[in-house]
């Protein structure tokens, strides 16, 4: 075995040009497709990441056919207070779970006293929510970053818009769900930096004054978003859980709960997938590279050695030895492809990271590029490639194992 | 009891329409440890005949043993066992692996067609390179040697196996004649020392005084055989 490397890395050493920039053009392949997977990965990252952590969280359990209507905010597709605490009593259990925050979200008016416009609202428990969505207090830009009772934290556009600063009363009036209308004169405790996707530019307020405006008997709460410890096992969890809720608290006719993951409610799902999708087409790419430019170069390399091909196989090489020897040339020309492609794409990484480049995400303005390789990734690849140098070897391999000795001895 | 017996071979060449009789009803027997040569005119079935022996092609009727084996009916992989074990191989043109060193050259067959053990790898290599007198030449490349130093290392190369029978078509075709003469004298002596027989084909009427054995081949026909010492018609 070892002597059948040497053979083939002396072959590759021998057209050192060819070797070179066939190894270079796959070493090109594998630095593109490493830096982007890790800018675009990157970017993606953060993208989630912004909006699962200033305001989805991960997953959220609605009451069945709220989130059909999400957007009207509606008051009769609440949670009652006794399928809460059977749902709450379920969510303690589970040890995968960080936190997770109770939100009774209504429309309603905001007034300065001279002027009203319209305000989405979030009744919360501050200390859940902040908990549930840890940037959540980042975006305080204003004010304090707790929220008491009384208090109300609102968007930085209706704060600039209505000309309200911490401290002012403002009211807030809302429709209950009989059709009658309740007001509250609340303090501006924080104003909040608006964020990407729906719910960015929500108020909040805590849960308790929410029932008052809402008049509320018991709590009725619209949803709950759930944070896990370990972002990876979303989609693992979010079957478990689905599980366990249409097996105890759904009824068979009449289902209570709905849970959705992060994916299912913002747009922002298609975007991180047609990221992936780009991912797959630069992948197929670097793959094609693979296969064409180890091809050429091997079916090269078995013509010009037909004579050689022919000497050793009338002294009693066996075909499998010599189909070996061409693909292990193959398989080492990949080896150093992908090594140096590994080595290079780290380094062009690396700097991109030192150049600290900034880049805006909807509101949020001058975000840095922090572009992270994983080793997951660079695994992958190296044997993408490796696997394709192979492969990309066989058939003119094969052809150099097939050849008859006599016929081969014969080429000029 | 002969190594080679050949009973009415035959071998026929198609290329397209066109039937090629190379070798029309050749019969003849070679005894171990012999050192014989083939001569003929250029197209008179030499290379054709020694590619049959060499079990590197197949007869188209007729009977061939060597070394008590009927090689015409191996397959492609026994074939190539049985060359790479019972053969051994000199080439007009030296074929030397290029990328190999002489004396990665003379081990080649013991690596990559046996596999002898690296002590006695060495043993024989070393031997061979000192019978043939390259040893100062053993890490050189072969496009840093001459045809005559390729040939010898060749002839080692053919003999690090202990074969039974080392084939060589037209060994010194590609050699000046006082290189040519010492490249035969050398195969020569090789038989002496291994015991081992070997066959060649050449059209060198000096050269073909230097075999003990040799058979006229004309146009697919053998015409005659001579052995040192007197001659004898077929
Ligand atoms: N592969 C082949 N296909 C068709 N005809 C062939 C083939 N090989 C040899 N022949 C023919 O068979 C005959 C014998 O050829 P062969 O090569 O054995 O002669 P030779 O004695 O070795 O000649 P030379 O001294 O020129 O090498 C010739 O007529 C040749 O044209
Ligand atoms: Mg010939």
Redesign the interface.
């Given at each position: 075995m070892g002597n059948l490397f040497k053979i083939a890395i002396r072959n590759l050493l021998r057209y050192k040009r060819r070797t070179l920039l066939t190894a270079s053009l796959i070493t090109v392949g594998v630095v593109f497709v490493l830096v982007f997977i890790s800018v675009t990965g990157s970017f993606k990252n953060m993208m989630i990441g912004q909006i699962t952590d200033s305001m989805l969280g991960h997953m959220q359990v609605h009451r069945k056919g709220y989130v059909a209507s999400i957007e009207n905010l509606p008051l009769n597709l609440n949670l009652r207070q006794e399928d809460v605490k059977q749902l709450e009593d379920m969510l303690n259990k589970q040890a995968e779970i960080e936190a997770y925050s109770l939100r009774i979200k209504f429309g309603g008016m905001f007034s300065n006293f001279v002027e009203t416009t319209n305000i989405r609202l979030n009744g919360v428990y501050p200390d859940k929510e902040l908990k549930s969505v840890p940037l959540l207090a980042g975006r305080v830009t204003e004010g304090k970053k707790t929220l008491d009772k009384g208090g109300i934290w609102i968007p930085e556009l209706l704060s600039k818009g209505m000309k309200v600063k911490v401290g002012d009363a403002i009211v807030v009036v809302a429709t209950n769900k009989d059709g009658s209308v309740n007001g509250k004169q609340l303090i501006v405790a924080g104003v909040l930096e608006s964020a990407t996707g729906p719910g960015g530019r929500d108020g909040y307020i805590h849960i308790e004054d929410a029932m008052e405006i809402l008049r509320m008997e018991g709590m009725e709460i619209s949803e709950i978003a759930i944070r896990l410890k370990d972002f990876g096992r979303l989609n693992a969890f979010s079957k478990k859980l689905e599980a366990l809720i249409s097996k105890e608290l759904n009824q068979p006719d009449k289902p209570i709960f709905e849970l959705h993951t992060w994916e299912k409610l913002t747009p922002f799902y298609t975007i991180a997938n047609m990221i992936d999708v780009m991912t797959f087409f630069i992948k197929l790419m670097l793959i094609a590279i693979v296969l064409i430019s180890i091809m050429n170069v091997m079916i090269m390399a078995v013509y010009e050695r037909i004579r050689e091909i022919g000497t050793i196989a009338a002294i009693g090489t066996l075909p499998g030895k010599i189909l070996n020897m061409f693909v292990i040339e193959g398989f080492c020309l990949g080896i150093v492809g992908a090594a140096i492609g590994n080595v290079a794409g780290i380094a062009i990484i690396y700097t991109l990271n030192l150049l600290k480049i900034t880049y805006n995400f909807g509101q949020q303005k001058g975000l840095i590029l922090q572009a992270n390789v994983y080793f997951y990734d660079l695994i992958v690849i190296s044997a993408t490639v490796i696997i394709v140098s192979v492969i990309a070897s066989l058939q003119p391999a094969f052809k150099a194992s097939r050849m008859e000795p006599i016929k081969a001895l014969r080429h000029v | 009891m002969s190594l080679i017996s050949a009973d009415n071979i035959q071998k026929d060449y198609k290329t397209g329409e066109v039937t090629v009789r190379a070798l029309k009803g050749v019969s003849f027997e070679i005894a171990p440890a012999s050192f014989v040569s083939f001569v003929g005119p250029s197209g008179s079935g030499k290379t054709t005949l020694l590619?049959l022996i060499?079990c590197?092609?197949k007869p188209s009727s007729g009977k061939l043993t060597v070394a008590d084996t009927d090689v015409i009916h191996l397959d492609?992989?026994q074939s190539?066992?049985?060359?790479?074990?019972n053969?051994?191989?000199i080439?007009q043109?030296f074929?030397l692996?290029?990328?190999?060193t002489v004396y990665e050259n003379i081990e080649?067959?013991l690596?990559?067609?046996q596999s002898v053990p690296a002590g006695e790898r060495e043993k024989r290599v070393a031997a061979l390179l000192e019978a043939v007198g390259m040893i100062d030449q053993k890490n050189k490349y072969p496009d840093q040697i001459s045809g005559g130093q390729k040939q010898r290392v060749a002839v080692a190369?053919?003999l690090v196996t202990n074969p039974k029978l080392v084939l060589a078509d037209e060994p010194t075709a590609n050699l000046d004649h006082k290189t040519a003469y010492m490249v035969i004298e050398l195969m020569k002596k090789m038989r002496d020392e291994f015991k081992t027989t070997f066959i060649f084909s050449t059209h060198d009427q000096k050269i073909v005084g230097e075999a003990e054995i040799i058979y006229m081949l004309e146009d697919g026909e053998l015409k005659g055989m001579e052995t040192k010492g007197g001659k004898k018609n077929g």
């Open positions: - | 590619n060499g590197l092609d492609r992989k190539a066992s049985f060359r790479g074990s053969i051994g191989f080439f043109d074929n692996i290029p990328v190999l080649y067959p690596l990559m067609v190369r053919a």
